[in-house]
């Protein structure tokens, strides 16, 4: 018997007393309570949804008599930048954002390209990239000509794949 | 007749015995081998803290942490107030100057090897406190807005929007919405005058307790 006690000793679970259980418990439980208060500190500073306005939608940006002295306007949606280009019946709205690192982009005419004087990107008149450090055609607007005046609307579902900061610019405006 | 002073810590020693807690901090030789510049770079910084502290108290009397008041706030501070324009300058050029001096500190105390054990501490504090000087340079290059403060923040929140994953999240915790607009003037204000000064004091009462418990690293 005392052989079968010796090894029943020796396989024993690792001894907790009351008291170390009880401290384990409570520490676990404070875990909990931490967690509960980091949590709800983060959920405080994270701006509400509702205070996440978006832009969108028609707006009038511009008349077609305004073509006749150029064939690029700048204009502003939402306070960001837009190109309006009109050659001969075909017309295409831009965002004038560069989609590389932001800075305002323009029509040449001499060469035909919208350049981004920051770091010398050229797109065709597709907004196709020609030449510069990024992938990213510049993004079409939607538009629609009503009598004489043009109203352009922000293609949400065109957003993707576009870097982070340019889409919360897009749907944020300035 | 003894002088004032001393009649005044004679007062304070009968109600309080502030001696036995004051004069171990207070009554220390600077030996001969810390008179010198290279010492002096962390106690120039702390200076330009105090200083900045100072003017920042000065400053917050005026300004108005608002898209329409920032701005003019700061204008009616330079040209309007009674020496304005000198608080506002030393807030804004000692702000620079902590840089300079805090690299420099970090710098020395990197080639002397008085980062090493059993100072590891220091350092690692230290460098927290570096992290914070840069906190508060990005908050507080925002409450002029104006063109330079209001792009230099576009361009530090679209870096942290690239971070994978939480990026887009941070970028928005960091603005309190989309875009650099009103909830991000009031954010980076309260970090700028109250979250960021009480972690800095903090940090810097554990950097300063340490040094003076280890003494500063001798020459070899």
Same mark, same amino acid.
């Given at each position: 018997?005392?052989?079968?006690?010796?090894?029943?000793?020796?396989?024993?679970?690792?001894?907790?007393?009351?008291?170390?259980?009880?401290?384990?418990?409570?520490?676990?439980?404070?875990?909990?309570?931490?967690?509960?208060?980091?949590?709800?500190?983060?959920?405080?500073?994270?701006?509400?949804?509702?205070?996440?306005?978006?832009?969108?939608?028609?707006?009038?940006?511009?008349?077609?008599?305004?073509?006749?002295?150029?064939?690029?306007?700048?204009?502003?949606?939402?306070?960001?930048?837009?190109?309006?280009?009109?050659?001969?019946?075909?017309?295409?709205?831009?965002?004038?954002?560069?989609?590389?690192?932001?800075?305002?982009?323009?029509?040449?005419?001499?060469?035909?390209?919208?350049?981004?004087?920051?770091?010398?990107?050229?797109?065709?008149?597709?907004?196709?990239?020609?030449?510069?450090?990024?992938?990213?055609?510049?993004?079409?607007?939607?538009?629609?000509?009503?009598?004489?005046?043009?109203?352009?609307?922000?293609?949400?579902?065109?957003?993707?794949?576009?870097?982070?900061?340019?889409?919360?610019?897009?749907?944020?405006?300035? | 007749?003894?002088?004032?002073?001393?009649?005044?810590?004679?007062?304070?020693?009968?109600?309080?015995?502030?001696?036995?807690?004051?004069?171990?901090?207070?009554?220390?030789?600077?030996?001969?081998?810390?008179?010198?510049?290279?010492?002096?770079?962390?106690?120039?910084?702390?200076?330009?803290?105090?200083?900045?502290?100072?003017?920042?108290?000065?400053?917050?009397?005026?300004?108005?942490?608002? @898209?329409?008041?920032?701005?003019?706030?700061? !204008? +009616?501070?330079?040209?309007?107030?009674? &020496?304005? #324009?000198?608080? =506002? *300058?030393?807030?804004?050029?000692?702000?620079?100057?902590?840089?300079?001096?805090?690299?420099?500190?970090?710098?020395?105390?990197?080639?002397?090897?008085?980062?090493?054990?059993?100072?590891?501490?220091?350092?690692?504090?230290? @460098?927290?406190?570096?992290?914070?000087?840069? !906190? +508060?340079?990005?908050?507080?290059?925002? &409450?002029? #807005?104006?063109? =330079? *403060?209001?792009?230099?923040?576009?361009?530090?929140?679209?870096?942290?929007?690239?971070?994978?994953?939480?990026?887009?999240?941070?970028?928005?915790?960091?603005?309190?919405?989309?875009?650099?607009?009103?909830?991000?003037?009031?954010?980076?204000?309260?970090?700028?005058?109250?979250?960021?000064?009480?972690?800095?004091?903090? &940090?810097?009462?554990?950097?300063?307790?340490?040094?003076?418990?280890?003494?500063?690293?001798?020459?070899?």
């Amino acid at each position: 018997m005392d052989e079968v006690k010796a090894i029943e000793k020796e396989n024993r679970a690792p001894s907790v007393s009351r008291r170390k259980l009880l401290r384990l418990i409570t520490a676990i439980l404070g875990l909990f309570g931490l967690g509960a208060i980091v949590s709800s500190v983060v959920a405080f500073l994270t701006p509400p949804r509702s205070a996440l306005k978006k832009v969108g939608g028609w707006q009038v940006v511009g008349t077609l008599s305004e073509f006749k002295e150029a064939q690029s306007l700048s204009k502003v949606y939402f306070g960001l930048p837009i190109l309006l280009m009109k050659e001969e019946a075909e017309f295409r709205v831009f965002s004038a954002i560069c989609p590389h690192l932001g800075c305002i982009i323009q029509w040449d005419q001499k060469k035909k390209s919208f350049l981004c004087p920051c770091h010398d990107a050229f797109f065709d008149k597709h907004g196709k990239v020609l030449k510069g450090p990024l992938k990213d055609a510049l993004l079409p607007f939607e538009f629609k000509v009503e009598g004489e005046t043009i109203s352009v609307k922000l293609p949400e579902e065109k957003l993707q794949g576009y870097p982070s900061w340019f889409r919360i610019t897009m749907i944020s405006g300035v | 007749m003894a002088s004032w002073t001393s009649k005044l810590s004679r007062w304070a020693e009968e109600r309080w015995r502030v001696k036995a807690i004051l004069s171990p901090i207070l009554d220390t030789e600077v030996t001969d081998y810390k008179k010198k510049v290279r010492f002096c770079w962390g106690g120039m910084t702390f200076a330009l803290i105090v200083i900045e502290l100072l003017t920042g108290v000065f400053l917050a009397y005026y300004y108005q942490p608002t @898209v329409k008041g920032a701005f003019q706030s700061i !204008a +009616f501070i330079t040209d309007q107030v009674h &020496l304005g #324009w000198l608080v =506002r *300058g030393i807030h804004h050029y000692a702000s620079y100057l902590i840089i300079v001096t805090v690299v420099v500190h970090m710098m020395i105390v990197f080639f002397r090897g008085a980062y090493k054990p059993p100072r590891e501490m220091t350092w690692v504090s230290g @460098v927290f406190l570096l992290l914070l000087c840069f !906190a +508060f340079s990005f908050t507080g290059y925002l &409450l002029t #807005w104006d063109q =330079r *403060g209001y792009w230099a923040t576009r361009i530090g929140t679209g870096m942290a929007s690239e971070i994978p994953l939480i990026g887009e999240y941070l970028m928005i915790f960091l603005q309190g919405g989309y875009g650099v607009k009103q909830p991000t003037i009031t954010r980076f204000f309260v970090s700028h005058v109250i979250v960021l000064p009480v972690m800095l004091i903090g &940090l810097l009462v554990a950097h300063f307790f340490m040094i003076r418990r280890q003494g500063v690293k001798e020459p070899f």
